[in-house]
């Protein structure tokens, strides 16, 4: 396995099955946890910046000389996505004080709506999706982990009564 291989497949993950953009999402979890204890939010976004060029440049590499302009076993860009989901968590937690494992119902939240938008691909993500380009393959991911942000953040307002009453 090459280098572009081990990025594009975080390390091998991809190539698990039954859906490979699931797992690709759940690895995302530990890995955002660990960001998150060690640095923080800054951290956690200094790593999505970097997985995304980094997951850009992979999925060129490993897609160069295919059909299939996004094979299900490149899941760097799950991964980004889902960091991006939970990024409003980890900010969240470092505002409050907080361990960030306290805010495990956000955590499934992030995962299942991250998940809905990366399968459905409503609108913009579904257009990311049609380039079929590496850019493609990534923003569509990057977008849905920014609904599914979105709608993590609504969802906390709600559940801490700041849209009530």
Same mark, same amino acid.
């Given at each position: 396995?090459? +280098? %572009?291989?081990?990025?594009?497949?975080?390390?091998?993950?991809?190539?698990?099955?039954?859906?490979?953009?699931?797992?690709?999402?759940?690895?995302?979890?530990?890995?955002? @946890?660990?960001?998150? =204890?060690?640095?923080? #939010?800054?951290?956690?976004?200094?790593?999505?910046?970097?997985? +995304? +060029?980094?997951?850009?440049?992979?999925?060129? &590499?490993?897609?160069?000389?295919?059909? $299939?302009?996004? !094979?299900?076993?490149?899941?760097?860009?799950?991964?980004?996505? &889902?960091?991006?989901?939970?990024? #409003?968590?980890? *900010?969240?937690?470092?505002?409050?004080?907080?361990?960030? *494992?306290?805010?495990? #119902?956000?955590?499934?939240?992030?995962?299942?709506?991250?998940?809905? *938008? $990366?399968?459905?691909? #409503?609108?913009? =993500?579904?257009?990311? $999706?049609?380039?079929?380009? !590496?850019? /493609?393959?990534?923003?569509?991911?990057?977008?849905? /982990?920014?609904? %599914? @942000?979105?709608?993590?953040?609504?969802?906390?307002?709600?559940?801490?009564?700041?849209?009530?009453?």
């Amino acid at each position: 396995m090459n +280098f %572009a291989t081990i990025i594009a497949t975080v390390g091998g993950v991809g190539y698990m099955r039954p859906a490979p953009g699931t797992w690709g999402s759940l690895v995302a979890l530990p890995m955002a @946890a660990l960001l998150h =204890i060690i640095g923080g #939010p800054w951290l956690l976004l200094i790593a999505i910046i970097a997985a +995304f +060029f980094e997951g850009l440049w992979a999925t060129t &590499q490993v897609t160069r000389w295919e059909d $299939d302009h996004d !094979p299900a076993h490149v899941v760097i860009d799950e991964v980004v996505g &889902q960091w991006i989901a939970l990024l #409003p968590l980890s *900010f969240g937690a470092w505002h409050a004080g907080a361990s960030i *494992f306290a805010l495990w #119902p956000g955590w499934i939240a992030a995962f299942v709506l991250f998940r809905l *938008f $990366d399968i459905l691909k #409503p609108g913009p =993500i579904g257009w990311a $999706d049609r380039r079929h380009t !590496p850019s /493609g393959v990534m923003l569509d991911d990057v977008i849905a /982990g920014a609904f %599914a @942000a979105i709608c993590v953040a609504l969802l906390a307002a709600l559940a801490h009564g700041v849209m009530g009453s």
